[in-house]
C-alpha cells in the first residue's frame, strides 16, 4: 500500500472535503454526517458504520450524481461549515481550565475502542481509553495518544450449534480502516527503529483523527522485516509471553520514539495500565541523552510528569516477564546506557526478594511504571482500596491505608451512546451542547412530562427488538437450530416486554451464570404470561478462559429449552456496535461480579442517558452512585475491608438470592405497576433520578476533568521544579540519608495522661539527617476505641548530652496502653511520599 491510496485526486473538486470529514472519527458520536454516507452507499454504511469504508467502495459515477445534486451539495457544504466551526470554536480548556499543559499529554493505551470499524480493542480498557479520547476532544484537553495497529485486533467470535466458542481472525486491511499514514514534514511516511535481537525491527506509523485529538498508531507488518516481526502487532492480547513483551517494546519504545520524530515534546506521560511501562523508561533515556545526565537523575526529573492508571483487581492480572526473556530482548535495546537487565528488574521487582540475582525473578511491568510515575491511580473509590491493597507489598512496612494510590472514577462518552429519541430529549433539557461544556451538578429533566419519557423508553426498545431480530436472523436462521424457527430469528420478542441486558467479557468472577445457578427460580420468571421478561446476553470468553466458554455453552444450551427458546437470546461477535444497540434499547442492565474485583465497571454507565436502569453488585462506580431512588444494587454497603479476606466464592449463593428476590420483588413488579393510562409512574420516577443524577456524574466528560484539574495540572507544576540540578541534589540527599537510615533508632518512648488526653514523648536518634528532613508521627489503627489516626510530633528540642538526638511530643486523646505507636519517615513537599521513598521506620 502506498500513500497514494490517501490521495484525493479520484473525488469531484466540488466534493473534496469528504476526505477529510471520512477520516475524522468524529462521525462516531456526531452523526450530523450520517446522512452524506448514508447518500454514498446506504448498505455499506448501515453495515459498516465506517465512513472511510464507504468512501472508498462508493463508484465514480455515483460521486459524479451527487456532486450534481443540489440537495447533497447543501448537505455536504453544511457538514464542511460544521466540522470548521467544530475545530475553530472555543473549548472548556482553552477558556476556562486554569494552567498550562505546554505541549498537552502523551497517552499510552494497549487498546483503542472508538468504533466498531476500527476494531482495535477487546472490552473495557479499550473502550475507557476510547471515551477518554473522545472527551478531551470535546473539552479541548491537549492530548495525544498511542496504541498499536493490529492486522487482526481481538478476535470474532461465532457459535457453534452445540453451544461452543468459535473465533476467527479475519485481516484488517488498513487502506479500508478509517486511519491514514502519518507524514513527516517531507510528507513521507513516518517509520521508526526499534532495537531487536540480532535485528532492527521496522514500525510503519499512521495516524486516526479524533476530533481535536490525534492517535497515533504503530504496526510492525513493513514487508522489510522478517515474517515473525511483521506478525508482532497481527493480533491483541496473545497468549504467548515472549509476543507479548514484543508488543510493549513496540508500543512502550517505539512509542516514544515516534513522539520525539515528529517532533513532539508532551509535558506529561499518562500511561493507561502497565503494558506501556518501557515508554516511561525511553522518555527517561531520552532526557537523558538532552540533558547529557545520567539514568538515575533523568529518572527522578521526569517522573514527577508520569502518571499510572491502573484498572487492575488482582496481582495476577499484572505482565510479568522472565530475566531470560528480556536478557535477550532488551540488552540490544540498553546497551551503551548506565542501565543494564538487572537494574531494570530491580525497579520492576518486589523489594522483599530475597535475592536479585534469582534466576526466577520476573519483571512485573505494573511496578516498573509505579517506579517510574510520580503519581498512581485506580478507577473508582473502592478500586482505591483495592490498588493499595495490591501494591502494598512493594511499600515495605507500610500499612495498605498510607499507600498513595489516587482515584478518578471512570466515566463513559455521553454522545456516542445516546440513541436518537434520548439526545433530542437531552437537547431540550439541557442544549445541544451540553456535553462539551462542564455540568457540575444535575441537568434537570423537570420539563419534560412522564409521557415522554416512557414514550422515549418505548421507542428505544422497539429498535432494539428490531436489531435482534435482524442479527439472530443472521445467526440462526439459516441453521435451524433448536425447537423453533420463529424463536430462533427473533420473532417471539416483545416490544413491550421488560427487557433485561447482560453483556460483558464471559469470565469466571464477573459470574455471567449467577441467573443460572437456580434454572427452576429463573424459569419461572419466564413462564409468566402476565408479567412476561425476556433476556439479552452478549459477550466473549478469551481463547485460552475455559470456564469462561463453559458459561457460554451453559445459557446457550438454557435458550434453546423448548420452555425458554425465543425469551433468552445470545447475540454473537459482541463488540462496540452491538453493545450500542443494547444498551440503548434494555429496561434493565444487569452486572454481577463478585466484590470487589469490578475495578469500576462502565457498561452500567452507558445506560444511564437512555432512560435504563441498574441492577448491579454493590462495587466498582454502582457503590458510589446507588441510592434507593436510581436502581437496585445486591449487597448494598458492601465493604472492601469485610470482604477483602473472604473466599472468593463465599458470597455467591446469597447473591444470587438476592438478585432474584429484587427481581421477583421490585424489578418485574415495578415495570408492570401501570396507571390508567399505561405508565409506570413509579417507574418512570427512577429513570428520571437516575438520568438526573448520575448521568453527567458519570461521563467521561468528568472524568477528563478531573485528570486536567486535580492530575495534569499539578504534575506539571510539580514538574517544572525537577531541573536537572534539582534532580541531582534529590539524588545526592536521599543517598546520604540512605546511608544512616539504618542506624535511625527510638531511644525511650513515654506517655502521660491529663484532662481526658495522653501527651507522648519519644526520642529520636537521626544519627546526622538534617531534622527538617524526617516526619516523626503517632498512628493509632481504626479500633472500638476510635477510627485510625495519623498525628504529627513536633520537634522540642535537641538533647544536649546526646549529638543527633531529639525529643518530639504531641497530645491525642486517650486511648488504652499499646495502641499509639511512633514512626519516621521521610519529609519533603518536593516529592510526592512514599512513592518516591519508601523508607519507614517504626517502634518495635
Request: aromatic fraction near 10%; charge should be negative; charged fraction near 25%.
Amino acid at each position: 500500500m502506498t500513500l497514494a491510496a490517501y490521495t484525493p485526486r479520484s473525488l469531484p473538486e466540488s466534493l473534496s472535503g469528504l476526505f477529510q470529514l471520512a477520516l475524522d472519527l468524529r462521525w462516531t458520536w456526531h452523526h450530523g454526517t450520517d446522512e452524506l454516507w448514508r447518500a454514498l452507499d446506504s448498505d455499506i454504511w448501515d453495515t459498516t458504520r465506517n465512513a472511510w469504508l464507504v468512501l472508498n467502495s462508493v463508484s465514480g459515477e455515483r460521486l459524479e450524481e451527487l456532486a450534481a445534486d443540489p440537495d447533497f451539495q447543501q448537505r455536504y457544504r453544511e457538514q464542511i461549515h460544521a466540522h470548521q466551526a467544530f475545530t475553530e470554536a472555543d473549548t472548556w480548556y482553552s477558556t476556562d481550565c486554569r494552567g498550562d499543559l505546554g505541549e498537552g499529554v502523551a497517552y499510552f493505551c494497549m487498546e483503542y475502542g472508538l468504533s466498531e470499524s476500527l476494531p482495535l480493542y477487546s472490552g473495557g480498557l479499550g473502550v475507557l481509553a476510547g471515551d477518554f479520547l473522545k472527551a478531551s476532544s470535546d473539552l479541548g484537553a491537549p492530548v495525544m495518544a498511542v496504541g498499536l495497529l493490529y492486522q487482526q485486533g481481538y478476535f470474532r467470535q461465532a457459535i457453534s450449534t452445540d453451544g461452543e466458542q468459535l473465533e476467527f481472525y479475519p485481516y484488517n486491511d488498513p487502506t479500508m480502516l478509517p486511519v491514514s499514514p502519518l507524514r513527516d514534514a517531507d510528507d513521507q511516511w513516518v517509520r521508526v527503529i526499534v532495537p531487536f535481537p540480532g535485528r532492527h525491527v521496522r514500525l510503519r506509523a499512521w495516524k486516526a483523527q479524533v476530533g481535536r485529538c490525534e492517535l497515533l498508531l504503530l504496526d510492525s507488518n513493513d514487508p522489510r522485516n522478517e515474517p515473525g516481526d511483521r506478525g508482532i502487532t497481527s493480533e491483541l492480547y496473545t497468549g504467548d509471553p515472549e509476543k507479548r513483551l514484543q508488543q510493549e517494546m513496540v508500543l512502550g519504545i517505539g512509542g516514544w520514539r515516534l513522539l520525539e520524530q515528529l517532533g513532539r515534546s508532551p509535558s506529561l506521560c499518562h500511561l493507561n495500565e502497565g503494558h506501556c511501562a518501557l515508554a516511561l523508561i525511553e522518555r527517561a533515556f531520552s532526557w537523558q541523552d538532552d540533558h547529557e545526565s545520567d539514568f538515575q537523575t533523568a529518572r527522578t526529573a521526569t517522573r514527577a510528569t508520569n502518571l499510572f492508571t491502573t484498572h487492575t483487581s488482582v496481582a495476577s492480572g499484572f505482565d510479568h516477564f522472565s530475566r531470560s526473556l528480556l536478557r535477550l530482548y532488551l540488552t540490544p535495546w540498553l546497551e551503551g546506557r548506565d542501565l543494564n537487565v538487572d537494574q531494570l528488574l530491580a525497579l520492576g521487582s518486589q523489594p522483599s526478594s530475597p535475592d536479585n540475582q534469582s534466576t526466577d525473578l520476573k519483571l512485573n511491568m505494573a511496578l516498573l511504571a509505579l517506579n517510574m510515575s510520580g503519581r498512581f491511580n485506580g478507577v473508582s473509590r473502592i478500586h482505591q482500596k483495592v490498588t493499595q491493597t495490591i501494591f502494598q507489598p512493594f511499600f515495605p512496612r507500610w500499612p495498605a491505608e498510607d499507600i498513595p494510590a489516587d482515584y478518578v472514577t471512570n466515566g463513559i462518552h455521553t454522545p456516542s451512546w445516546d440513541s436518537p429519541e434520548s439526545d433530542a430529549i437531552w437537547t431540550r433539557a439541557c442544549g445541544k451542547d451540553r456535553w462539551r461544556r462542564p455540568l457540575q451538578s444535575t441537568c434537570p429533566m423537570t420539563d419534560i412530562a412522564d409521557e415522554e419519557l416512557w414514550e422515549m423508553r418505548r421507542l428505544e426498545r422497539a429498535r432494539l427488538i428490531t436489531y435482534l431480530r435482524r442479527r439472530l436472523a443472521s445467526q440462526h436462521c439459516e441453521q435451524n437450530p433448536g425447537n423453533n424457527h420463529e424463536a430462533a430469528c427473533g420473532l417471539l420478542l416483545d416490544h413491550e416486554t421488560l427487557t433485561l441486558g447482560f453483556a460483558r467479557r464471559f469470565t469466571e468472577y464477573k459470574r455471567p451464570d449467577l441467573l443460572l445457578k437456580d434454572e427452576e427460580r429463573l424459569l419461572k420468571l419466564l413462564a409468566s404470561r402476565d408479567r412476561p421478561i425476556q433476556i439479552v446476553l452478549a459477550g466473549k470468553a478469551h481463547p485460552y478462559d475455559l470456564p469462561g466458554k463453559d458459561i457460554i455453552r451453559r445459557w446457550k444450551a438454557f435458550s434453546r429449552r423448548p420452555d425458554v427458546e425465543g425469551k433468552v437470546v445470545f447475540i454473537e461477535d459482541y463488540d462496540l456496535g452491538v453493545a450500542n444497540q443494547l444498551i440503548q434499547g434494555v429496561d434493565v442492565w444487569l452486572n454481577c461480579p463478585r466484590h470487589p474485583w469490578e475495578a469500576c465497571g462502565t457498561s452500567g454507565m452507558k445506560v444511564l442517558v437512555n432512560g435504563g436502569l441498574n441492577l448491579s453488585q454493590y462495587d466498582g462506580w454502582w457503590a458510589e452512585a446507588w441510592n434507593p431512588d436510581v436502581g437496585w444494587a445486591i449487597r448494598p454497603g458492601a465493604t472492601f475491608d469485610e470482604l477483602s479476606g473472604s473466599n472468593n466464592h463465599d458470597h455467591d449463593l446469597s447473591d444470587m438470592e438476592q438478585l432474584f428476590d429484587l427481581l421477583e420483588n421490585e424489578v418485574i413488579p415495578g415495570f408492570y405497576d401501570v396507571d390508567s393510562e399505561g405508565i409506570p409512574r413509579k417507574w418512570v420516577g427512577r429513570m428520571r433520578a437516575s438520568m438526573d443524577q448520575l448521568t453527567a456524574a458519570y461521563s467521561a466528560n468528568r472524568m477528563v476533568r478531573e485528570y486536567v484539574e486535580q492530575f495534569y495540572l499539578p504534575m506539571a507544576e510539580m514538574g517544572s521544579r525537577r531541573s536537572s540540578e534539582t534532580a541531582r541534589e534529590l539524588i545526592g540527599e536521599y543517598g546520604e540519608i540512605s546511608r544512616h537510615w539504618s542506624r535511625l533508632r527510638f531511644n525511650s518512648f513515654n506517655t502521660s495522661e491529663d484532662s481526658g488526653s495522653q501527651t507522648f514523648t519519644v526520642e529520636v536518634y537521626l544519627d546526622g539527617i538534617d531534622e527538617q528532613r524526617i516526619a516523626v508521627e503517632l498512628v493509632a489503627e481504626d479500633s472500638e476505641h476510635g477510627p485510625r489516626t495519623i498525628t504529627a510530633m513536633q520537634m522540642k528540642h535537641p538533647l544536649g548530652g546526646s549529638p543527633h538526638t531529639y525529643l518530639y511530643e504531641c497530645t491525642v486523646p486517650p486511648r488504652p496502653e499499646g495502641h499509639y505507636t511512633p514512626r519516621l519517615r521521610v519529609r519533603d513537599e518536593r516529592l510526592n511520599l512514599p512513592l518516591e521513598n519508601p523508607a519507614i521506620l517504626w517502634l518495635r
